[in-house]
T-cell receptor, first 118, second 112 residues
Framework: GAVVSQHPSWVICKSGTSVKIECRSL??????MFWYRQFPKQSLMLMAT?????????EQGVEKDKFLINHASLTLSTLTVTSAHPEDSSFYIC??????????????FGEGSRLTVL | DAKTTQPPSMDCAEGRAANLPCNHS???????VYWYRQIHSQGPQYIIH???NNETNEMASLIITEDRKSSTLILPHATLRDTAVYYC?????????????FGKGTLLTVNP
């Protein structure tokens, strides 16, 4: 199947700093990528939909100025957590929609990035 | 959005079939049922999806009732590595322009 890679897989930062997480589709082009957040023992919560070359669409209750999303190419989307605080500590997961091919339209998930804010 | 209801947890003996139920009574005629699973601290893994016919692949089988109000994911011979949270999701949106919204899922524990 198609591969989606996230980097870093885990990161620890100090409160008040900004952290960038990358999501790459390694062997396919993705016109749309999604960002999820997952707290311990909870389900995945969709944060935003990212379309290549346009502004991201945020779900209700997600602060767009807090969670900056950039989708500059068909294989890369980034999530920047600005001025991170301990309550932002979570597991962040991206998924990418394959644009074309035999699995066109299907979603593939990254392995997740664990953020710990001290 | 069509909602799904799953039992919070289930147990299964290793080597036996695991049958995971899902209710989606408000599903629309053109909405697909997707199943993903998430092993602890990993990203979700696609298992199978279907519209109205039963589906089978190398991982599992999906049985959808005739009225489409419920479905069952079957792992024919569960192994310890199948221990995970299984999510039943109704696909929101038409064509290839859709997003997946996750519910609470079922924690399947496969016991030796």
């Amino acid at each position: 199947g198609a591969v989606v890679s996230q980097h870093p897989s885990w990161v620890i930062c100090k409160s008040g700093t900004s952290v960038k997480i990358e999501c790459r589709s390694l062997d396919f082009q993705a016109t749309t990528m999604f960002w999820y957040r997952q707290f311990p023992k909870q389900s995945l919560m969709l944060m935003a939909t990212s379309n290549e070359g346009s502004k991201a669409t945020y779900e209700q209750g997600v602060e767009k100025d807090k969670f900056l999303i950039n989708h500059a190419s068909l294989t890369l989307s980034t999530l920047t957590v600005t001025s991170a605080h301990p309550e932002d500590s979570s597991f962040y997961i991206c998924s990418a929609r394959r644009a074309t091919g035999t699995q066109g339209g299907e979603l593939f998930f990254g392995e997740g990035s664990r953020l710990t804010v001290l | 959005d069509a909602k799904t209801t799953q039992p919070p947890s289930m147990d299964c003996a290793e080597g036996r079939a695991a049958n995971l139920p899902c209710n989606h009574s408000t599903i629309s005629g053109n909405e697909y049922v997707y199943w993903y699973r998430q092993i602890h601290s990993q990203g979700p893994q696609y298992i199978i999806h279907g519209l109205k016919n039963n589906e089978t692949n190398e991982m599992a089988s999906l049985i959808i009732t005739e009225d489409r109000k419920s479905s069952t994911l079957i792992l024919p011979h569960a192994t310890l590595r199948d221990t995970a949270v299984y999510y039943c999701i109704v696909r929101v949106g038409g064509g290839s322009n859709y997003k997946l919204t996750f519910g609470k899922g079922t924690l399947l524990t496969v016991n030796p």
